[in-house]
């Protein structure tokens, strides 16, 4: 019997260590104490064969039965041990996040696309605050207080005599007054109305102005200037008009088309059939702004012309509701690559 008792101490003294095993290596160290080549239980079944007959039997059961009973301990511990390592924060199997590349904003493309082409024609770009006072808004750019154009457009008034300005054009009065011709700059920016939103306008919307004053600027080089830039922007073959129109800042005053670009001309649903496109207005720029920012309106003339942003976009990318440009959907910005 005490060849019995002396398996079941070894067998709880390794049982003992496999439960308080503190990783693999500790749990293999037990495996070749007990059961390895020279290990305690392996010491037992070897001695088997020197045990007188009557006791061969029954100790080399209970060795045997040990030595499972070790087995078994020894493996659901190691499993325990690689449930460890599934249960950890990092589970390397799994797919990467896809980083999604950004692009720009179709706004933001018609702006950088404008530019470029007047700045190969030789204008630097210049910005100016989008708060206003009256007088850099309508004042200066000859709107007198009780002029009606001010009715035309729907202005956001703020404290203090203040206002979102309701055109770029400001920054022309800006840029004149700190200047000496030549100037021939380009202003682009947000401008804001008070307009009902709708498919076709919205309170917020981009223009690019453009001016140059210089001695001797005549309505030759305001149209040369336009049909390069439309030509460039728009592609050859366009064609263009000028139509009389009035804006309070310039004398004489117009308002240029365009050929239509789906149907050329022979009239379809973009250009309501009437062949042309209405994409900007220009003029000569009045004498009594000249006079408003100091300079000799006998010596210098000037022309200026404005566009505004979202009406190019939406003729450019075909997009019927101009309220898509501002509701930052996702899936409707990612397009424009
Ligand atoms: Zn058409």
Known sequence: MSGLDHIDGILQEALTAIEGARSPQELEAVDVKYLGRRGAITAVLKGIKDLPPESRKVVGAAANQARLRLEEALISARQKFEGVKQDSPFDYTLPGIKQRQGSLHPITRV????????????FSIARGPDIENDYYNFEALNFPPDHPARDMQDTFYLDGGLLLRTHTTPVQIRVLESNKPPVKVITPGKTYRNEAISTRSYCVFHQVDGFLVDEGITMGDLKGVLVAFCRDFYGEGLKLRFRPSFFPFTEPSAEVDISCLLCKGKGCQLCKYEGWLEILGCGMIDPNVMRNVGYDSEKYTGYAFGMGVERIALL???????????????????QFH
């Open 111 to 122: 702006i950088d696309r404008i530019c470029q082409s007047f700045y190969g024609m030789g």
């Open 316 to 334: 450019k990318y075909r997009i019927t509701d101009i309220r898509l440009l501002y509701e930052n959907d996702i899936r409707f910005i990612r």
